[in-house]
């Protein structure tokens, strides 16, 4: 008869990035289907087939690493990763930017602790409703089920250019390449008690 031990689980610290987090950062965006456009050698992705789907609203999302940012870190790697803007900062209306986990934070609920950090956060600094738009149904009812959003309605699926950067240093660019089954996002909203 063989005794197996249980698998001792590392904690894992919901916190906000540092500049070193930068690589850890990158690499969990991979697996939203981030493509890096631009940026320094250690975060450029060669790999972008000529069969990936590339599309591109008429917006840059400007996303400063060091605030409005969280990653989920295990003392090892960098788990997971979300960030967050205004909407409409005079309205208190925030939405929600990225949010990505690697395959070893979504057996831990890792997805779950980062938007509910980043959730938190928007109620600290005022905001009274949160969107989101998402063009993965299992998403969007993860969304609905977990957290309560409702769906406002369905948009044709566009994503923002994305320039990142950590108080001004490391700057990357990078674009979402797209699902080739989802051709609508799902608009969904939260309103803050």
Known sequence: MTITEPRLEQS???RKPDYADLGGIFHCLRY????????????A??????DHILTVRNSI???NL?????????????????????RDEAQK???????????AGK???????????RQDEMRERGAVDLHTWSDDPRAVKWYQRTFGYEVVGQEPIRHSLHRFHYNGQGEVWA???????????????????
């Not at 209306?93 to 395959?103: C, E, H, P, R």
């Not at 057996?107 to 950090?117: D, F, M, N, P």
């Not at 609508?184 to 939260?190: C, E, N, P, S, V």
């Open 12 to 14: 894992i610290a919901i």
């Open 32 to 43: 939203y289907n981030l493509h890096v456009l631009w940026g320094d050698k250690e975060h």
């Open 45 to 50: 992705d060669s790999d972008f087939g000529d």
């Open 61 to 63: 999302s400007h996303i």
């Open 66 to 86: 060091a605030d409005k940012s969280w990653v989920a870190d295990d003392g090892e790697n960098i788990l997971g990763f979300c960030c967050w803007d205004w």
């Open 93 to 103: 209306s925030a939405k929600t930017v990225l949010i990505s986990v690697t395959d």
């Open 107 to 117: 057996t831990r609920a890792v997805g779950k602790s980062l938007q509910q950090r």
């Open 175 to 193: 674009v979402h390449r797209g699902f080739k089954q989802y051709d609508m996002l799902t608009h969904l909203r939260l309103a803050f008690q």
